[in-house]
């Protein structure tokens, strides 16, 4: 069974820092593209950072570009997050999810997520 | 950016009803080397993370009920659910992979009339 877990979510103050974690189980995580989603509380879903297999190729949304750093460690089957400069607006749930490969490829959906961890950033 | 725009925002359907939710995108997702087009429907029921429900447009993830379906190319896509059951009450998004950064619709309330 696939499964997902985040971590490392909490309060923290502007201008701080978080470092999210994913761990997986279920599948050969280092065969797979993985991203990081998040969800404003009440709002919809929005795209923040990717990471393709061997950590090799990395794409951020314009809103964390600079202050995120996605990475991971296929050793640990792990995923995470170092969020640096934390604004107000970056409160939400993070989701990590798996993105879709198949015989003919990857794409850029998820066919699989975690439960999510929320962060606050707020004096 | 691709922008994704949903409609309607909500809807409340009787148990046994169609209930159908459009998404138009700002610009084509259809990738004419190999005619698919790079859209995909999630559902999100309360306090849950999203469901992948329909990728390349119309085709259902495994294990999803045969009463979802996708339809559309191009801009004008379409997620139909064709009897509504009570565990439908959710939240739906549409989502485009065609092109960074990967964009979603800001979602369709479904409800029971």
């Known amino acids: 069974e696939v499964q997902l877990v985040e971590s490392g979510g909490g309060r923290v103050q502007p201008g701080g820092s978080l470092r999210l974690s994913c761990s997986v189980s279920?599948?050969?995580?280092?065969?797979?593209?993985m991203t990081w989603v998040r969800q404003a509380p009440g709002k919809g879903l929005e795209w923040v950072a990717n990471i393709k297999q061997g950590g090799t190729e990395k794409y951020y949304a314009d809103s964390v570009r600079g202050r995120f750093t996605i990475s991971r460690d296929d050793a640990k089957n792990s995923l995470y997050l170092q969020m640096n400069s934390l604004r107000a607006e970056d409160t939400a749930i993070y989701y990590c999810?798996?993105?879709?490969?198949?015989?003919?490829?990857?794409?850029?959906?998820?066919?699989?997520w975690g439960q999510g961890t929320l962060v606050t950033v707020s004096s | 950016d691709i922008v994704m725009t949903q409609s309607p925002d909500s809807l409340a359907v009787s148990l046994g009803e169609r209930a159908t939710i459009n998404c138009k995108s700002s610009r084509t997702v259809l990738y004419t080397s190999n005619s698919y087009n790079y859209l995909a429907w999630y559902q999100q029921k309360p306090g849950q993370p999203p469901n992948l429900l329909i990728y390349w447009a119309s085709t259902r993830e495994s294990g999803v009920p045969d009463r979802f379906s996708g339809s559309g190319s191009g801009t004008d896509f379409t997620l139909t659910i064709s009897s509504l059951q009570a565990e439908d009450v959710a939240v739906y998004y549409c989502?485009?992979?065609?092109?960074?950064?990967?964009?979603f619709g800001q979602g369709t309330k479904v409800e029971i009339k």
């Open positions: 999810a798996r993105e879709y490969c198949s015989g003919d490829g990857c794409y850029r959906f998820f066919d699989h």
């Open positions: 989502q485009q992979y065609y092109t960074t950064p990967w964009t």
């Open positions: 279920g599948f050969i995580f280092s065969s797979y593209w």
